[in-house]
T-cell receptor, first 113, second 113 residues
């Protein structure tokens, strides 16, 4: 049981480049989330999805886009990377049942130079 | 807007000590509260999940309590070990809207041999 898997684990981008982070979960969870974690800021929600074909903005959505074409996958895109997007990105998933715990991926460390 | 605060930000103790980590939240309208552990460079691992109707949860040497009305939770670690060294995060899930977690910034724990 792989749980939540993020690809890639590390990436270095030049300013202005684009990239897509992939999150895959094999637990048939309805809800999926993208967070970023920065020193002194904690984890902040970027975008989330409550089901296949749906997305919504979180606390810090600017500069990111997401898609949930398949229930098991949640993609986070950076169209034109900026140094301010240097961060560690975490994907998480949860069932619709609010009594259950959230599961997190191992993170993607992104550096924009 | 929900805000989650964790005190202390860092804690250093000798092996064997019992310790308490604190988490407070500003809006008591929550479904549940979850404690996570994060090792350096790793993802988040769920430790304990307390429903809003519960007062505490226990797992091994860990005990988490919840006082929803006062907006407080504590994580008690008994007989600490060097392997407990990590950052501990608490997160709350609101009881309205979609189930997005709000995180505290964490307590970095170092247990010395």
């Amino acid at each position: 049981n792989a749980g939540v898997t993020q690809t890639p684990k590390f990436r270095v981008l030049k300013t202005g480049q684009s990239m897509t982070l992939l999150c895959a979960q094999d637990m048939n969870h309805e809800y999926m989330y993208w967070y970023r974690q920065d020193p002194g800021m904690g984890l902040r929600l970027i975008h989330y999805s409550v089901g296949e074909g749906t997305t919504a903005k979180g606390e810090v959505p600017d500069g990111y886009n997401v898609s949930r074409l398949k229930k098991q996958n949640f993609l986070l895109g950076l169209e034109s990377a900026a140094p301010s997007q240097t961060s560690v990105y975490f994907c998480a998933s949860n069932t619709r049942d609010t009594t259950t715990e959230a599961f997190f991926g191992q993170g993607t460390r992104l550096t924009v130079v | 807007k929900q805000e989650v605060t964790q005190i202390p930000a860092a804690l250093s103790v000798p092996e064997g000590e019992n310790l308490v980590l604190n988490c407070s939240f500003t809006d008591s309208a929550i479904y549940n509260l979850q404690w996570f552990r994060q090792d350096p460079g790793k993802g988040l691992t769920s430790l304990l999940l307390i429903q809003s109707s519960q007062r505490e949860q226990t797992s091994g040497r860990l005990n988490a309590s919840l006082d929803k009305s006062s907006g407080r939770s504590t994580l008690y670690i008994a007989a600490s070990q060097p392997g407990d060294s990590a950052t501990y995060l608490c997160a709350v899930k609101p009881d309205s809207g979609y189930s997005t977690l709000t995180f505290g910034k964490g307590t970095m724990l170092l247990v010395s041999p």
